[in-house]
């Protein structure tokens, strides 16, 4: 079993900067790869970024260059880094953990492939 909790969500202006952060526990070992999802009103969960344990990453064109995930496997945490952001980023955060690893060299950014997630962190951007 692993568990997620996400952190780090608020309020802040457009052209601010937030990090989020998600804790694991449990079998984080079994953690093939890490990602970040966010849901706006009215609209479907959507791929932001992911990272594998060792270390390769990929972005949702629409936060290249402006977000960052990184991880810190001593403190078993992944981050978001997220600089500009715009009112349009506003959205429930999801960190997502897959545990069943891939053959393939890209990393997934199917919801359908990460089993588990945590409960979500707000973050809203105003104008």
């Known amino acids: 079993q692993v568990q997620l909790v996400e952190s780090g969500g608020g309020l802040v202006q457009a052209g601010g900067s937030l990090r989020l952060s998600c804790a694991t526990a449990?079998?984080?070992?079994?953690?093939?790869?890490m990602a970040w999802f966010r849901q706006a009103p009215g609209k479907e969960r959507e791929f932001v970024a992911a990272?594998?344990?060792?270390?390769?990453?990929t972005y949702a064109d629409s936060v290249k260059g402006r977000f960052t995930i990184s991880r810190d496997n001593a403190r078993n945490t992944v981050f978001l880094q997220m600089n500009s952001l715009k009112p349009e980023d506003t959205a429930v955060f999801y960190c997502a953990a897959r545990l069943t690893p891939s053959t393939s060299i890209y990393l997934s950014t199917d919801r359908a492939d990460y089993s588990t997630w945590g409960r979500g962190t707000q973050v809203t951007v105003s104008s």
């Open positions: 449990g079998r984080t070992s079994g953690i093939y790869a």
């Open positions: 990272i594998r344990s060792i270390g390769t990453t």
